[in-house]
């Protein structure tokens, strides 16, 4: 049976390079792509051409309930199963640039960025965890002793700004607020998808400063060498996922494989 991958966030940056990816590199494995507007998802619209019948797209807006739940009905009556579930999906602030004190934070901003990057992440991993835990474990490393196999793996994008050990120069309260909660999420996911068997490995992966909408504004205070295009992060964040096993699950890993300090 073909491995299913979810990208939630697919339309564009990382979560579309990741749908295109998987197509290509994963045969015969199929994507389900999720996003708010796929009407004007062109890049999704370009790879349902190119791969006919290996993608699916769906209408998913990460801060409605029901639309996740809908949409984890089709994938079940479809499908049955999900090997690999990627929470792409990110919002810097509604305004576009990060809190530099106090006086920029709002409560409506504070929300609306926990809404996206830290809840919807938690109520996808909800709904579609029943189908994680059918999975045949299409992704990943599986070692030879059976006990230790995984049936999928989740992964939350995070951000080195998230971590807490690492944080020396404050600022950005929303969006750091944000990862922050969201690697404690994965944490406690790591935990109960572990209880039993089957198991899910649970993961946060930075895909470090790549060039996109949400970082373009930082750019210039990034070295060339550590500003990633798309393409280029998610084979980095491939690799690592090829690699997890049941005993990675719980953490954070950067996008070179070091892990991510808490």
């Known amino acids: 049976m073909a491995s299913v991958a979810l990208i939630q966030g697919a339309s564009r940056g990382i979560g579309l390079e990741f749908c295109r990816y998987i197509l290509a590199k994963k045969s015969p494995a ?3 792509a999720t996003c708010r507007n ?22 998913v807006d990460v801060t409605r309930e029901k639309d996740i739940q ?3 009905e089709i994938v079940k009556s479809e499908f049955g199963k999900l090997d690999l579930l990627v929470n792409s999906s990110a919002m ?11 006086r920029d934070v709002s409560s409506q901003g504070l929300v609306a960025t926990l809404t996206t990057n830290t809840v919807g992440p938690l109520v996808m991993a909800k709904h579609f965890s029943p189908l994680l835990l059918k999975g045949n474990g299409g992704f990943g490393h599986q070692p030879k ?18 971590s807490i050990g690492d944080n020396g120069l404050g600022g950005w309260y929303s969006y750091r607020m944000s990862k922050s909660a969201l690697n404690m999420a994965t944490k406690n996911l790591s935990i109960e998808l572990g209880r039993g068997r089957p198991k899910v490995v649970c993961v946060c ?37 090829d690699n997890l096993t049941w005993e990675k699950t719980g953490k954070a890993y950067s996008w070179d494989g070091s892990e991510l300090p808490w």
Do not use: W
């Open 30 to 32: 199929l994507v389900v």
């Open 38 to 59: 796929p009407e004007a998802a062109a890049g999704l619209r370009d790879l349902t051409g190119q791969y006919p019948g290996k993608i699916k797209v769906l209408k």
């Open 70 to 72: 809908d949409a984890a």
């Open 92 to 102: 810097l602030h509604p305004s576009g640039k990060g809190e530099t004190s106090l």
């Open 145 to 162: 002793d059976s006990s230790k196999h995984h049936s999928a793996i989740l992964v939350n994008m995070t951000a080195k700004v998230g």
């Open 205 to 241: 992966l930075h895909p470090g400063t790549v060039n996109t909408d949400l970082s373009r504004p930082y750019h210039k205070n990034v070295p060339k060498d550590r500003l990633f295009s798309p393409d280029h992060s998610v084979q980095c964040l491939m690799n690592i996922i």
